[in-house]
């Protein structure tokens, strides 16, 4: 069974940082990505950014574009994927999933796997 766990949300004061994990027990292919979203209270889920696996491209949304950061650690098994969380504002507090997906042409495709969600709060 193919599992993705998150982890690392919490607490943090706005202008400051948190870095998530997530852990990906499946095997990659060629145009395996993987994807992190966000759920607000209220609010549908929203795309924030991926990698693909091969060649590490990178895509993000443009309200977190210059200030999260997605990389891979593609040395570790299971696959391991990280979103680096600088300049934390209000906006940013939701629950953050983890997606196993493809990329085509830099375009992420999000699959029917997620995570379990980690929750980020941040406040004053």
């Known amino acids: 069974q193919v599992l993705l766990v998150e982890s690392g949300g919490g607490s943090v004061q706005v202008g400051g940082s948190l870095r998530l994990t997530c852990v990906d027990s499946g095997i990659s292919f060629p145009v395996y990505a993987l994807g992190w979203f966000r759920q607000a209270p209220g609010k549908e889920r929203e795309f924030v950014g991926a990698?693909?696996?091969?060649?590490?491209?990178?895509?993000?949304a443009n309200s977190v574009k210059g200030r999260f950061t997605i990389s891979a650690d593609n040395a570790k098994k299971p696959n391991t994927m990280y979103l680096q969380m600088d300049r934390l504002r209000p906006e940013d507090t939701a629950v953050y999933y983890c997606?196993?997906?493809?990329?085509?042409?830099?375009?992420?495709?999000?699959?029917?796997?997620w995570g379990q969600g980690t929750q980020v709060t941040v406040g004053p």
């Open positions: 990698i693909r696996w091969s060649g590490g491209t990178t895509n993000y």
């Open positions: 997606n196993r997906g493809q990329d085509s042409s830099g375009t992420y495709y999000p699959g029917t796997l």
